[in-house]
């Protein structure tokens, strides 16, 4: 008998919609509440190039008024539901969700539908929304880590569509016209870019309701992005950006206090074999507070206040880093213990209890996860758009559990080797001395 529940887990019931929608239904009989979304499954990284940012503009737009409504009568009639409401855009997908009790799912699906099938784009209020996403631009510029992980990805990414920000810039935000609007709508909320995901109090009839929203919403993607293809970028930065004075070295300048800084390489895709052992690597190194590098670079000298690695996993690129920020003067030695720490665990190896006290993080985060609805209605569509397939978290467990030292000693010699990190940087030409008063 298996005493596990998350290997007893039902796979969402999965139907393609007359069109090429993908419907995909969790029931949680504890939940009380319903979650749906509708999932695009381009991003920013399939637009191209003098379309930057129209993908994330379009998440705005829908929400500025249907053929029916005025973006008030839209915010105001959800509010009016009870409902939680939500929009994002990535490289690799938008998304559009709600969240609400079961007794006003149907007109919350019903006005959902609406705006985002029926948009307006009307011509004042598509120069409004420019001047509000200019605004956000412009905010991301002067907010220094977001400035930093822009230009970072840029340089490890080179030519790649993935390096362009998800926002666009100003210039080709301003040339969002209400046709060049309304015809890149056509295509990228056509049936088959649509996945549409629900979790939660599923009653009678739900399912048949977003059918009846969604299907027969026909059209062709076409060759979005097409004009730009992905280019193959080298396994190491030590290929890319040969012209540079230093291939190994990114520093912006800004009147700020502290440099922030990113320390990577290129990654892996989110398919390829390597991906569980970057992912467990990555906890290994910088994904909680007994993870080598926050213990050497906080706990031990007191270098950083904030330290982390992440990755970053595209559909055919992915980047790996070490991310945080410190006083200026101390960043050449943050740098040293970061390659130390790299160079410790390529040389030394990794012992079973921590490779084993990585994984029981990993897969308790994973478990954790099945008992949130937005979770759960979130796992569903990713995995459609990533993978085309549920994939079970036994599956994932089981390979976590498969992963051995030695993997992860490779994955650190190839991702993380010590000579070959682009070291970037953004924070003050000369270090600011700040009074007392203000040292808190």
Same mark, same amino acid.
């Given at each position: ?23 995909? !239904? ?20 399939? @637009?191209?190039?003098? $379309? ?58 019903? $006005? ?17 929304? /420019? @001047? ?15 400035? $930093? ?5 840029? #340089?490890?990414?080179? /030519?790649?569509?993935?390096? #362009? ?12 016209? !209400? ?10 909320? !056509?049936?088959?870019?649509?996945? %549409? ?58 009147? %700020? ?18 991906? %569980? ?17 926050? /213990? ?20 055919? %690129? ?39 006290? +990585?994984?029981? /993080? ?20 990713? +995995? ?9 978290? !036994? @599956? ?24 070959? $990190? ?17 040292? @808190?």
């Amino acid at each position: 008998m298996n005493l596990d529940p998350y290997r007893n887990e039902t796979p969402p019931r999965r139907e393609v919609l007359p069109g090429g929608a993908v419907l995909l !239904s969790t029931p949680m009989v504890t939940a009380h509440a319903v979650t749906f979304g509708v999932w695009l499954r381009t991003g920013s990284q399939d @637009e191209p190039h003098r $379309l930057g940012g129209i993908s994330h503009f379009l998440e705005h737009m829908v929400f500025k008024g249907s053929a029916k409504r005025s973006a008030f009568a839209i915010a105001s009639t959800f509010d009016a539901l009870g409902a939680s409401v939500d929009a994002f855009t990535t490289k690799d997908m938008v998304a559009f969700t709600v969240k609400v009790l079961p007794e006003y799912f149907e007109p919350a699906v019903d $006005l959902l539908a609406e705006m985002l099938l029926e948009p307006a784009f009307e011509p004042p209020l598509v120069e409004l929304e /420019q @001047e509000v996403v200019i605004e956000e631009i412009q905010e991301a510029l002067d907010t220094p880590e977001d400035r $930093l992980h822009d230009a970072f990805a840029e #340089r490890l990414y080179g /030519q790649h569509a993935r390096s #362009r920000p998800i926002l666009g810039t100003q210039s080709s935000v301003r040339s969002f016209g !209400s046709e060049v609007l309304r015809a890149e709508h056509a295509r990228l909320f !056509s049936g088959p870019n649509l996945v %549409i995901s629900m979790a939660g109090n599923i009653r009678a009839g739900f399912e048949e309701k977003l059918a009846g929203a969604f299907a027969g919403r026909g059209g062709d993607l076409g060759d979005f992005g097409a004009d730009e293809p992905a280019s193959n970028p080298a396994a190491s930065i030590m290929d890319l950006n040969g012209e540079e004075p230093d291939p190994y070295r990114l520093d912006l300048f800004s009147p %700020i206090i502290q440099t922030y800084f990113e320390i990577g390489n290129l990654g892996v895709p989110f398919d390829h074999p390597d991906r %569980i052992p970057v992912f467990l690597l990555t906890n290994v190194l910088g994904g909680g507070m007994s993870s080598r590098v926050f /213990q050497a670079v906080r706990e031990r000298e007191g270098l950083a206040y904030t330290v982390y690695t992440y990755n970053d996993m595209g559909r055919d %690129i992915g980047l790996v880093s070490c991310a945080g920020s410190c006083s200026p003067e101390k960043m050449d030695r943050i740098e040293d213990v970061i390659r130390m720490e790299y160079g410790r665990l390529i040389n030394g190896g990794l012992d079973e209890d921590e490779l084993a006290n +990585n994984s029981a /993080q990993i897969k308790s985060q994973l478990i954790f996860s099945l008992e949130g609805v937005v979770n759960q209605m979130f796992r569903s569509a990713r +995995n459609e758009i990533y993978y085309g397939r549920f994939v079970p978290v !036994s @599956e994932l467990v089981d390979l976590i559990d498969s992963v051995q030292s030695e993997d992860i000693i490779r994955c650190a010699e190839t991702y993380y080797h010590p000579e070959a $990190l682009l070291i970037a940087t953004h924070g003050p030409e000369t270090a600011v001395e700040l009074p007392d008063s203000e040292v @808190e």
